[in-house]
């Protein structure tokens, strides 16, 4: 058996908190590319096959077990890991919080990704009406980083303590998304110091350059 676990990704996707918590806890296993968003069928078919929804990230069990959202796996990979500390345990005092904002990002913003990366989902062919959709969402997605941070206090370093948490990884990698970090700074200035960290910690330091670069202009 494969006692490696399989990741459904693409570059600078959901997938990249997921595989970047994974390097951090030091575990073995392979990405299979899949960028949906490029509408190649072959592509498409092969994500098909571990998620009916046609979306990454997914992660694939040595059991052969599926699991989907990119929430859930890092929390999964959290508590399937507890040696690595990157998420406070059940019985954690700060487990309540971990379990809101881990919720909260896919519920208020990742999913505001559906429609702003195709916005003739909801809008249909009038391109007027698409940037429109691009305009509210990316207010949307601002205001839930501002709610957010107007109601999180980073404990440490980090958002829950003094160590680094697949929370804060989610956080640094979502808010490179749309509408931008500059956005994200302005927005959420008690949460800045700690994606900078994240963005800074050398043993991530080759995993960014591979998965989602700090190219010239990244933070827009």
């Not at 960028?35 to 498409?44: F, K, N």
């Not at 989902?121 to 305009?135: H, I, M, N, S, T």
Request: proline residues 8%; contains cysteine; glycine residues 8%.
């Amino acid at each position: 058996m494969n006692h490696s676990l399989i990741v459904y990704g693409a570059l600078g996707s959901g997938s990249v908190p997921v595989e970047a918590a994974l390097t951090l806890i030091g575990r073995p296993y392979e990405v299979i590319e899949g960028a949906t968003w490029e509408h190649d069928p072959l592509i498409l078919a092969r994500v098909r096959a571990v998620n009916p929804l046609v979306q990454i990230p997914a992660l694939v069990l040595p059991s052969g077990e599926i699991v989907t959202e990119s929430g859930a796996i890092l929390v999964w990979l959290a508590d399937a890991h507890p040696e690595a500390r990157l998420g406070p345990a059940v019985d954690d005092a700060r487990r309540a919080q971990f379990l809101r904002w881990m919720t909260y990002i896919p519920a208020s913003i990742y999913s505001m990704f559906w429609v702003r990366d195709e916005p003739s989902r909801l809008a249909g062919p009038d391109k007027a009406a698409g940037e429109r959709v691009k305009v509210a969402t990316a207010e949307r997605i601002a205001d839930c980083w501002r709610m957010m941070d107007q109601q999180i206090t980073p404990a440490g370093d980090y958002l829950l303590g003094d160590e680094i948490s697949v929370l804060d990884l989610y956080v640094a990698v979502v808010s490179r998304w749309g509408p931008g970090r500059n956005r994200f700074y302005r927005e959420a200035p008690g949460m800045t110091p700690v994606v900078r960290r994240v963005d800074a910690d050398p043993r991530l330091a080759a995993f960014w350059a591979e998965r989602f670069p700090f190219a010239e202009g990244w933070e827009r």
